[in-house]
């Protein structure tokens, strides 16, 4: 995965931060009997050690003692009763969640081994980079996410953001997102998909909402036209003469596919293959020659281009801004 490591402690959305303090609490408490037990058994093991003359008898036995009953029966419960009811309190913070006025509807659809990343109603789709407004006190914008499977189950996952949610074949599920700082958080498929499943990486890239407004306007674009015989130009028929227009959606080329990721402005996105490699010529440029090389067993075949043909559709692909 190209990026930075996340962390659960290192919550940037209020969901995340409520998840973060429920997780220190349960720490605390674990921690708290970890030291009572070691330093019980430890004091034991010192004080009560056989020692020179005790061979041969035993020490006073001590049987059924209904204060130490009532003890190790009546503080477990306690503990248990607060972590029930602090679970309980957090999961319900987080499930009641409604949509409000600023707030952002996305569809992600899991595939093995990318996301779809639809706005429906603002006319943009991507793929394995989900742009999101930060959301302030001022201006709240929470992002609710549905989140759809196109074949097995993935496990949606920012640990920085939000709790993971599993995406399940023929049953929506939905969560949202309320981030607090700009920045690029990194997700990750939670949930065993198959032989890429390890890169099935996801970013999230939170902007300040007016910067996320423009992000969507450049989106909507439609993609440049290629200067009549030019190499982009002869890429581009490439592109849509072969099948690469039966699974990828990309406008200007005739392409509708839904298989493969929308490519329209491929060149916007940082990485190739769901985070497999930085999105650089060179490393496109691998990836339309032999997309195997890059990401091994993934559901794009090797097209087998001609060097020149691969170049041409290279130039083209570059032009996707
Ligand atoms: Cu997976």
Request: charged share 20%; aromatic share 8%; proline share 7%.
């Amino acid at each position: 995965m190209v990026g930075q490591i996340s962390s659960i402690f290192d919550p940037a959305s209020s969901g995340a931060a409520l998840i973060r303090d429920l997780s220190g609490l349960v720490l605390w408490i674990c921690l708290g009997i970890f030291v009572v037990t070691q330093v019980g058994l430890i004091w034991v093991i010192v004080r009560f050690r056989a020692r020179p003359g005790d061979e041969g008898h035993e020490p006073p036995q001590v049987y059924g003692s209904t204060q130490v009953e009532l003890a190790w029966t009546i503080v477990p419960l306690i503990i248990v009763l607060v972590l029930f009811l602090t679970t309980a309190r957090t999961i319900g913070e987080i499930e009641d969640r409604e949509p409000g006025p600023g707030s952002l509807e996305v569809l992600v659809v899991g595939h093995q081994w990318w996301w779809e990343i639809r706005y429906p109603g603002r006319g943009v789709v991507t793929a394995n980079e989900l742009h999101v407004p930060r959301s302030s006190a001022a201006a709240p914008h929470t992002t609710f996410i549905d989140l759809r499977s196109a074949d097995v189950i993935h496990s949606f996952w920012i640990p920085q953001l939000a709790g993971k949610t599993d995406l399940i074949p023929g049953h929506d599920n939905r969560m949202w997102l309320e981030p607090d700082r700009t920045g690029v958080f990194l997700g990750q498929c939670a949930e065993f998909c198959g032989t890429q499943h390890a890169r099935m990486g996801l970013r999230v890239v939170v902007e300040e909402p007016a910067e996320f407004e423009r992000w969507l306007t450049a989106q909507r674009a439609s993609p440049a036209v290629p200067a009549t015989a030019s190499a982009a130009a002869r890429g581009r028929d490439i592109f849509s003469t072969t099948s690469c227009v039966n699974c990828h959606t990309l406008e200007g080329a005739g392409g509708d596919g839904r298989f493969g990721p929308d490519l329209s402005h491929l060149m916007s996105r940082a990485t190739l293959g769901a985070g497999a490699a930085a999105n650089t010529p060179v490393n496109l440029r691998a990836w339309v020659r032999d997309p195997q090389t890059l990401k091994p067993g993934c559901n794009m075949p090797d097209m087998k281009l001609s060097e020149p043909e691969v170049d041409a559709v290279v130039a083209y692909l570059l032009t996707l801004g």
